[in-house]
T-cell receptor
């Protein structure tokens, strides 16, 4: 079965320092992987997606993620955190059975310290 | 492209009452999904529509839940005889499927937060 594990429930960094949000996946075939961000009282917004093209995926707002098959990981990074990055981040794997059902991780809450 | 909209944004109801939520997808998106998100958890798949046909329902969707997409555009999710355990955020997403497995992107609405007292 397809699943994702987000290794940290809460990450706290200082503004201007790098961000690393960790995600491991389990999939019986080549997966499609996504990172979504959820700001309070707002909908989920797609940051980036991997669909078997380039292993280094660039997303919006300076985020990127690298697909590492050998490590079954899809960690999200950003070189320099901004206060507006504070939010809940979800790593997601898709199950393709007819339609594309998304399986979400538990989420990582990112806090940015001034 | 005005995005996915959901109405209402918040709903407070008493146990045993019926509630109905509406989702308006991005126009011309042929797939529509419903998810449920409880506090501190990631969203969980409930059901999806391909145009007006409801093609799959999760085991999470009890008999008290029903969803429709009558003309392949907007969708409604109704919960009958609500229970306190139904309290959650109900999220709608839409996508455009061109038949390429795994290539579609789901766009989410802001959600409807339900509180059952």
């Amino acid at each position: 079965a397809q699943s994702v594990t987000q290794l940290d429930s809460h990450v706290s960094v200082s503004e201007g320092t790098p961000v690393l949000l960790r995600c491991n996946y389990s999939s019986s075939y080549s997966p499609s992987l996504f990172w979504y961000v959820q700001h309070p009282n707002k909908g989920l917004q797609l940051l980036l997606k991997y669909t078997s093209a380039a292993t280094l995926v660039k997303g919006i707002n300076g985020f990127e993620a690298e697909f590492k098959k050998s490590e079954t990981s899809f960690h999200l990074t950003k070189p320099s955190a901004h206060m507006s990055d504070a939010a809940e981040y979800f790593c997601v794997v898709s199950i393709i059975q007819g339609a594309q059902k998304l399986v979400f991780g538990q989420g990582t809450r990112l806090t940015i310290n001034p | 492209d005005t995005g996915v909209s959901q109405d209402p944004r918040h709903k407070i109801t008493k146990r045993g009452q019926n509630v109905t939520f509406r989702c308006d997808p991005i126009s011309e998106h042929n797939r529509l999904y419903w998810y449920r998100q409880t506090l501190g958890q990631g969203p969980e798949f409930l059901t999806y529509f391909q145009n007006e046909a409801q093609l799959e329902k999760s085991r999470l969707l009890s008999d008290r839940f029903s969803a429709e997409r009558p003309k392949g555009s907007f969708s409604t999710l109704e919960i009958q005889r609500t229970e306190q355990g139904d309290s959650a955020m109900y999220l709608c997403a839409s996508s455009l499927s061109r038949g390429l497995a795994g290539k579609e992107t789901q766009y989410f609405g802001p959600g409807t937060r339900l509180l059952v007292l």
